[in-house]
């Protein structure tokens, strides 16, 4: 019996790596830019496009950047949640609109509503690239201080806004937070 | 006729469909091109995993290389080029990730496994050699007994224990 005690343990730890294998998502590939100070951008507001918008001006409070567009399907999905977030007024919420048209993206925000405090186009997706975006929809959070704290990549779901994300801005605007 | 001009047709669709496959966006430029593929066949498309940057045709592949063509311009090298995408995209960018801690599991794992089954199948081999060379005691009595026995004891020696 004692013969087939070792294969038997290396069956069930490859299995248990497997097992493990087949839970990640190859697609959330963390981001070097945790941690970083946010990528400085000052671009264009959607509304307004005489008006710009920059990472500098939002220092001093903890915020969401939320990358989407209107050819993103993805983002429809999430959208409810961020209108629902918005409405609560928990935390300031910044929309990068991601290589768009504006009428088109205005349309958008018009027909299913728009949490934003503020967007921004990123027409070309210069600023995508900037935050190493590579696939929209995806969430930073930003802390007072300007650093990148949390990404999110993905459509936001109830369990990742009420289980990381509201925590984390909650934590972060503790006194001295993180 | 008429299959035969089928053919032709058939024939230039499909000369079409190559010639529209190579029309890539070409810079005027076939040196800084060439550049361009170099280090695009390095980076990995974050959107079709296993795809390079210089092969796949994702939108972001495609600015990308557009972002390489215009660094290259300015008179980046390619290193600073390489560690610009690092720094947004991480060490999962590059084919050919660095060894450093994180990356040490990945470079070794591989040659950690091969002489982790060469050993076992050394050391297998030369339990089997050693077991097949040396009688057991219980064997050997066995033989001792049927050479004592001769022809008149067979009986007893040959039922099987």
């Known amino acids: 019996m004692k013969r087939y005690l070792l294969p038997l343990a290396v069956f069930a730890l490859l299995v248990g790596f497997l097992a493990a294998g087949l839970e990640l998502d190859p697609r959330e590939v963390p981001s070097p830019l945790v941690g970083k100070p946010a990528p400085a951008f000052s671009l264009p507001t959607l509304g307004e496009p005489g008006q710009r918008l920059g990472n500098q001006e939002l220092r001093g409070q903890v915020w969401l950047l939320n990358v989407w567009a209107s050819w993103c399907v993805a983002c429809r999905q999430e959208h409810p949640l961020l209108v629902d977030l918005a409405q609560s007024g928990r935390v300031t919420l910044i929309g990068l609109n991601y290589k768009d048209k504006r009428d088109e993206a205005l349309a958008w925000l018009a027909e299913h509503g728009d949490p934003y405090r503020t967007s921004v186009a990123d027409v070309e997706g210069l600023v995508g690239i900037d935050y190493g975006v590579y696939g929209v929809p995806e969430t930073f959070v930003i802390d007072a201080a300007g650093v990148i704290r949390h990404k999110h990549i993905g459509p936001v779901t109830p369990e990742v806004l009420q289980g990381t994300i509201l925590p984390l801005v909650d934590k972060l605007r503790l006194p001295g937070g993180a | ?161």
């Open chain 2, 1 to 161: 006729m008429a299959p035969r001009a089928w053919i032709a047709a058939l024939g230039a669709a499909l000369c079409l469909g190559v010639g529209a496959q190579e029309a890539r966006p070409l810079a005027d430029d076939p040196v800084l091109e060439a550049q361009v593929l170099r280090i695009a066949e390095e980076l990995r498309c974050l959107v079709c995993q296993n795809e390079t940057i210089a092969a796949s045709n994702a939108d972001l592949a495609v600015d990308l290389r557009k972002q390489i063509r215009t660094q290259l311009r300015a008179g980046r090298s390619e290193r600073e080029i390489l560690d610009f995408m690092v720094q947004r995209y991480g060490d999962f960018v590059l084919y050919r990730p660095p060894l450093k801690g994180t990356t040490l599991l990945l470079w070794v794992g591989p040659f950690a496994l091969l002489l982790a089954g060469a050993a076992a199948l050394a050391m297998a081999l030369r339990r089997r050699a050693a077991a097949a060379q040396a009688p057991s005691e219980a064997e050997l009595q066995r033989a001792r007994a049927l050479l004592d026995a001769g022809p008149a004891g067979r009986q007893p020696a040959d039922t099987p224990r």
